[in-house]
């Protein structure tokens, strides 16, 4: 990876485990992890073909591979998609930058019908990789190919640079949500899921 990411410099060495613990603790709770997998599915044909981008420890990516999408997921942190791997095994996990995303190389040519960016991924790329980021997304992505980025917006990733740099990416915003359970946008939201299409 050319820069390291805000996940790997703004956190300390434990955090990673910290997080895998918190979402393991979380899933034996039997708490309500897969929000934003409904709101993806909700969106998609049956049988879809999804990139999980920022996949964590795939919470998102297997709620989607449970409702029958093939789903490839892909993060920075090694650690995070080895507990992917050993918690949800019937997705493919990689690690990669998604910066750098080139997931042919990988023994995946097939475009994507859809891309999820769940999590606050935005807000932990490389400092000045996002318009990157969001560029190599989308060229992972079918024509009329969706996809949805959430990300809080005290974040220090303002919805203008982000509007922008979807554009450049040759994205176009279709709707936006104050939640993932479709609350209403409205100025001041300190949430904000974006819906980007590229077109036909």
């Given at each position: 990876m050319a820069n390291p990411t805000r996940w790997a410099t703004d956190t300390g060495p434990e955090h990673s485990q910290w997080y895998i613990d918190r979402f393991r603790r979380l899933?034996?709770?039997g708490a309500d992890l897969a929000g934003?997998?409904?709101?993806?599915?909700a969106m998609v044909a049956p049988g879809s073909r999804i990139l999980d981008a920022g996949c964590g420890t795939g919470r998102v990516g297997a709620a989607l591979a449970a409702r029958g999408h093939t789903v490839v997921g892909v993060d920075a942190d090694p650690a995070l998609v080895e507990a992917a791997r050993a918690d949800h095994p019937r997705p493919r996990w990689l690690v990669a930058d998604l910066a750098e995303l080139d997931l042919a190389a990988a023994g995946e040519p097939e475009p994507f019908d859809a891309a999820v960016v769940a999590g606050n991924v935005m807000a932990f790329v490389a400092p000045g990789t996002e318009p990157a980021v969001l560029a190599r997304i989308a060229a992972h992505l079918r024509p009329d190919g969706a996809v949805v980025v959430g990300f809080g917006t005290d974040?220090?990733?303002p919805?203008?640079?982000f509007d922008a740099h979807a554009v450049a990416a040759g994205l176009r915003l279709e709707h936006r949500f104050a939640?993932?359970?479709l609350r209403p946008w409205r100025d001041g939201a300190d949430f904000a899921v974006s819906v980007l299409r590229r077109p036909a």
């Open positions: 899933a034996a709770e934003e997998a409904r709101f993806m599915d974040r220090g990733y919805l203008t640079e939640t993932w359970d």
